[in-house]
């Protein structure tokens, strides 16, 4: 392919396919073994007769068989779950003052992109809705080579250092013991680990809020988490903080609903990811640069290289230089999902590391894991993980070499091969690290800026609304309640008074027992064999800023239903006027409406005219859906109003604060169950304009209003 092609405006995932791509298709092809043999018959095995023993001879068989034997890889180590999509990157802003990487150069050049999100803690097959965070990994197929951003839906870690990065994952994981629990933080070990960790503590505030049980993948932020470098053909360096910020602004389940969609479809995401770009929805999400200067190193309260702190919007903004969208699912989950390679250290020209010791770690970790996952250092030669840049070295043979390398040199120097492959100088794209100048003492040690573990958790946790504070409390008193060990609740709740003491007072309250009157120390309980604890106290820091507005979900887009899944009730009777008006005014703002009934089939309507029904009761369930409309009809009204799993799908759709809304007799229907009761009841039902998001004027208007907000969390109880 001519190098000049690549960055044109329609290149892009066509371009990977072309290249990367080594795909089979059985239409119209005979059925064949693996190396070519057309197959009469893949019905029977070869037998000593017809009722006789199979034949060892039966190669046909074997074959089969044997390749059914190994279909099964180790699944990743952390990140086992995952959903990808194909996409391109479209740069909007250059940043060529700041770094050299082409693909960050010229507004309107497009990068191909494959992105894979993940739960952290579960296995392949767990459920999508576990409490958890949420991996964010993009591949960049540059023309300079791969760049991968593996990043996290939140931007902060547990730890800080790398070496502690085997226990966090040992104590999250199900107990060795008996395996328990799947894909839940909520158990003693990881607990009794986080309360000797007080730096996991800003990420425990992160992973206790709404941002650890999304609504939709393509509704959640993601971060690069780290502080990489830019660096630019001047050689100089800046510090840098990437960010993606979903276009549909950033939004969560409630945990109860959770809970229950875990029950109802556990590929909850995964499908609402695939749907959306079958159906042309593509999730898109603005790129953000946060760049400081090499200069301001040192100005912050907290230190650049320590994963467990952000910089506030605030201090530095968030500039945005280019969009990503979605827009091709894979063709094959193993091929493209189960098989890609991220590594944090797969970067260009113009982008470096910092120091941050925990992403120094990820630099060895990833290659070495491919290693045992994909079963040898060929990794890079399947087909989702092969650079569009050409490959050229003597790197040779290994499990599974697909690439047949000609000639006679497989060394440099070397005059057999004219010297080829030969070395790039830095003006012909040659990677050189940046030139940071070092000059210290070889240490096992952690630099004391990195010992402030709570300010920035005060930060967040003050930064939330009402509701998203009355979730967090909820959620702690429901990770801890679940504990069996008393004294690890005790050591966490005695953390939780350096964040905010009331949140501490609240969790306690909920889980019946004393806020601890002088918390124990708990990095007493980490240090070194030989080292004096004073050493390792946490220092104590107050933020000078209060609050950070980017830290809470209230402050998100909140201007469009596109894409959400409303349910409308029905059973015969309905008024089709009313059914139809309503998901036509729904589906032309963007969302999918979708017909409940008792049974399937068609319903027969007021007027005669047939409606079909998408879903049962028995297949459909309210916390699948953002909304719900019941239509007039009286006829209808009064068999929803005889079906239990009707009332209960309002009851749900109100105890999630989810927008409710029913036209003429559907409206009286509402008034049986106990949401309708408590809405209507209260009459605070405002006709055009609802505060509650229970609406009975059946007006699209001010139903579309109301789902756009996405939940009236003025509803819950508030603690
Ligand atoms: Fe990872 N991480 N990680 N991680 N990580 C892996 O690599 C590791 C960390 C992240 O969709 C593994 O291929 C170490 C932070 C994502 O395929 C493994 C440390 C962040 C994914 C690994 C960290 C991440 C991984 C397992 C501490 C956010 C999924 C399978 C030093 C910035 C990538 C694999 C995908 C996967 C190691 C910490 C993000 C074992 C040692 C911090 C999104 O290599």
Request: charged share 25%; hydrophobic share 40%.
């Amino acid at each position: 392919m001519a190098k000049d092609n690549l960055y044109t405006k329609d290149s892009g995932n066509a371009k990977i396919q072309d290249l990367a791509k080594n795909t089979e298709q059985g239409d119209g092809q005979f059925l064949t073994t693996n190396h070519g043999l057309r197959i009469n018959d893949d019905q029977n095995s070869l037998k000593a007769g017809e009722r006789g023993a199979t034949l060892l001879e039966d190669f046909q068989l074997r074959e089969k068989i044997t390749h059914f034997d190994h279909e099964r890889i180790p699944e990743r180590i952390v990140h086992a779950r995952g959903s990808a999509a194909h996409g391109y990157f479209e740069l909007h802003e250059s940043l060529s003052k700041y770094t050299k990487a082409k693909f960050l150069q010229t507004p309107g050049v497009r990068t191909p992109v494959f992105v894979r999100f993940s739960t952290v803690a579960g296995s392949r097959g767990s459920t999508d809705l576990a409490r958890d965070v949420r991996g964010f990994s993009v591949k960049f197929y540059t023309e300079e080579g791969n760049y991968d951003l593996v990043g996290n839906n939140m931007p902060v870690f547990f730890i800080q250092d790398a070496v502690k990065f085997p226990d966090l994952v040992h104590a999250v994981k199900p107990e060795p013991h008996h395996e328990m629990p799947q894909a839940g933080s909520a158990h003693d070990t990881f607990w009794d680990f986080i309360s000797l960790m007080p730096e996991s503590m800003h990420m425990i505030m992160w992973a206790m809020s709404d941002r650890a049980i999304p609504r939709s993948l393509r509704m959640m932020e993601g971060f690069g988490v780290h502080t990489f470098r830019l660096v630019n053909e001047n050689n100089e360096s800046v510090f840098v903080k990437f960010h993606w910020k979903p276009v549909l602004g950033v939004h969560s389940v409630v945990w109860d609903e959770a809970q229950k969609i875990s029950g109802k479809d556990s590929d909850f995401h995964r499908r609402d990811l695939w749907e959306a770009i079958e159906s042309g929805n593509f999730p898109e999400w603005n790129f953000g640069v946060q760049i400081v200067a090499e200069k301001d190193e040192h100005k912050f309260e907290f230190d650049l290289l320590d994963p467990t702190k952000l910089i506030p919007e605030e201090l530095v903004p968030v500039q945005i230089i280019g969009k990503m969208t979605l827009n091709r699912n894979p063709d094959n989950f193993f091929a493209e999902t189960e098989q890609v390679a991220f590594h944090p250290g797969h970067i260009v020209s113009g982008i470096d590391f910092s120091n941050d010791p925990l992403l120094q770690g990820r630099l060895f970790s990833y290659t070495d894991t491919q290693l045992s996952r994909l079963g040898g250092p060929n990794f890079h030669e399947i087909p989702i993980n092969r650079p569009i840049a050409p490959v050229h070295n003597n790197q040779r043979d290994g499990h599974m070499r697909q690439t047949i390398n000609e000639g006679q040199s497989s060394y440099h120097p070397n005059t057999i091969g004219n010297g080829c492959p030969f070395q790039a100088k830095a003006s012909e794209g040659g990677f050189v690290s940046y030139n940071e100048r070092i000059d210290a003492r070889k240490v096992r040690a952690r630099s004391q800026s990195f010992f402030d573990h709570f300010s920035q958790a005060t930060l967040f946790y003050n930064s939330q609304s009402a509701f998203e504070k009355n979730h967090i409390v909820n959620a702690l008193r429901f990770e801890l309640g679940k504990l069996e060990t008393e004294a690890i609740r005790v050591r966490i709740v005695g953390m939780l008074t350096q964040i905010d003491p009331t949140l501490a007072a609240k969790v306690a309250k909920g889980l019946g027992m004393e806020v601890p009157k002088s918390p124990e120390k708990p990095m007493n309980l980490s240090i070194p064999a030989d080292g004096d604890p004073k050493d390792f106290q946490p220092t104590s820091v107050v933020s000078s800023l209060k609050q950070s507005k980017a830290l809470s979900m209230a402050n998100t887009v909140k201007d469009n239903i596109k894409t959400r899944q409303i349910a409308i009730l029905v059973a015969d009777g309905v008024d089709e006027a009313s059914l139809t008006a309503m998901k036509q005014a729904l589906e032309a703002a963007g969302a999918k409406a979708k017909i409940i009934a008792p049974h399937l089939g068609q319903i027969n309507s007021a007027n005669g005219k047939q409606v079909k029904a998408d879903q049962s009761f028995l297949t459909a369930a309210s916390v699948l859906f953002d909304a719900v409309y019941v239509p007039d009809g009286q006829q209808s009204a009064n068999a929803l109003q005889a079906e239990p799993d009707a009332i209960n799908f309002i009851n749900e759709a109100f105890k999630h604060c989810k927008a409710i809304a029913a036209d003429g007799a559907g409206a009286k229907f509402l008034n049986a169950t106990d949401a309708g009761m408590k809405a209507l009841g209260k009459n605070d039902v405002d006709k055009s304009k609802s505060t509650s998001g229970v609406l009975v004027d059946g007006s699209p208007k001010s139903f579309i209003a109301a789902i756009a907000q996405h939940r009236f969390w003025e509803r819950e109880k508030q603690d």
